[in-house]
């Protein structure tokens, strides 16, 4: 039993030995990789996340908030705009009726003009006619009474040549 104690103590003072070791690496680790300031740069870093993400977030919330205002008025500004359109369209109807009516009444204007102008030209070529009839009926009228009447024949030969005479040069 007495070596039993002795290699529990062995074992005690080897596992005691080895502790203290470890706790020197561990120790030394710990202070060569300056593992607290690189633990309290990523607490920083998180922290930072965590405050850009709350940030964020507010700033979503706003445009939501804002998103949601306008969206409890998009039916009234629909209405405004399809008001607006209506009397827009109106308007231009109006215009197009009014615009027409002028067309209408200038086409009507020309047409009478040009209806008013073709008769005259009607009439005027109706007289050349009736007037070139009238002539020509007046020389047959004359050629047949000089024929028949020889006398007024030379009567009128006559009275010409005495016109004639009388002009003087």
Known sequence: MENMGQ??????RTNLFNFIIFAGIITFIIIKLDVKSKLEGARLSVEETINESETTKADSEVKLSKI???????????????????????????????????????????????IENKTVVLKNDILRRASLASIEVAKEHIIEELNRNKDLHNKLIDESINEIEGIEP
């Open 68 to 114: 949601e205002e306008s969206m409890n008025h998009l039916s009234e500004e629909v209405d405004s705009i399809l008001n607006q359109s209506e009397e827009n369209a109106k308007l231009v109807g109006e215009k197009i009726l009014e615009d027409t009516k002028k067309s209408a009444a200038l086409i009507d204007e020309n047409a009478a003009k040009a």
């Open 7 to 12: 290699i529990l103590e062995y074992i005690a």
